[in-house]
């Protein structure tokens, strides 16, 4: 399923905190947010996933606005997994992802034996099937992000918005939680580098289509990101300031602008995708403002 987001705004307490963002996350893509803390992207997410209405501009789902429809319909076709869990009652984690079923169940229905496998097979996708039984409240903030993650895997979206969701995770459990994001998705076997994914919107459709639900997240560590997205759009004081396969899109020069530190590009041994090394500016470059 294509995601577009269309030329979005949003204004809090008389402030625009984003202007006129554009993205089209092709079916099947996996699409990367980076910029520095307090950038907008949290915020797109929430427009995105609903929580928050944007001041302008559209979100649609092959050409649908996602804002207009039916709270249920939107929740089968787009799943997310914000920073904030908001839970506050001590449900089992089985009882957590099967929340996930329920834009699927007519009214208040009782899960079925179908709903019930679909959950066992999220939990196990996430290596969390050994905590079924367990209290949501009384888990580590790691088991918690894979429990949050196997329920929108239960709702078994075409649109998966996660915001940071290698938050809290070891750097095992980081690289088994993106490396979901790639589940199924043959094409995606080797480098995030690889100049033949950077094709034409038309032909990223085509590639992806294979694979998972078409995904958005926003990521703090841009190794990652070099790694697991097929496209970055950074985003720096609330606009949009570069878009592109990763290998394009992190240069010494744009990390500087945005980040305020000095990259040195290298490729993986095995993968080829651009990975970074750091170091700070003596005089650290003014990052893009609203």
Same mark, same amino acid.
């Given at each position: 399923m294509?995601?577009?987001i269309e030329d979005l705004s949003v204004d809090v307490a008389g402030r625009r905190l984003v202007h006129d963002i554009a993205l089209r996350a092709g079916s099947g893509r996996v699409i990367g947010l980076v910029g520095p803390n307090g950038s907008g992207k949290s915020t797109l997410l929430r427009c995105v996933?609903?929580? %928050?209405r $944007?001041? *302008? @501009? /559209? =979100?649609?789902?092959?050409?649908a606005d996602l804002h207009a429809m039916d709270v249920r319909e939107g929740a089968r076709l787009l799943a997310a997994v914000p920073q904030e869990n908001g839970t506050e009652f001590d449900f089992t984690v089985a009882e957590i992802v099967a929340m996930g079923r329920l834009p699927h169940?007519? @009214?208040a229905g009782r899960a079925s034996t179908a709903d019930r496998a679909v959950c066992e097979? *999220?939990? /196990?996708? =996430? @290596?969390?099937?050994? %905590?079924?039984d367990r209290g949501f409240l009384g888990l580590s903030g790691g088991e918690k992000q894979r429990v949050l993650i196997a329920r929108a895997l239960a709702q078994e979206p075409r649109v998966l918005v996660l915001d940071e969701p290698t938050n809290h995770l070891d750097i095992a459990q980081q690289l088994e939680v %993106? @490396?979901? %994001?790639?589940d199924g998705d043959a094409h995606r076997a080797g480098s995030a580098g690889d100049t033949t994914r950077a094709g034409s919107a038309e032909g990223a459709d085509r590639t992806g289509s294979a694979g998972g $639900? /078409?995904?958005l997240t926003a990521l703090h560590d841009l190794n990652l990101a070099a790694v697991h997205c097929d496209e970055l759009y950074v985003i720096a004081g609330g606009r949009l300031v570069a878009s592109g396969p990763p290998h394009d899109v992190l240069t010494p020069q744009l990390l500087a602008e945005v980040f305020g530190v000095r990259a040195h590009r290298v490729r993986h041994p095995e993968s080829g995708a651009v990975q970074l090394l750091f170091d700070r500016l003596p005089h650290p470059a003014p990052r893009a403002s609203s």
């Open positions: 294509r995601l577009d996933y609903r929580a %928050l $944007p001041s *302008a @501009g /559209t =979100v649609r789902l092959d050409g169940q007519r @009214g097979r *999220a939990l /196990t996708r =996430v @290596g969390a099937q050994h %905590l079924a %993106l @490396g979901l %994001l790639r $639900p /078409t995904v």
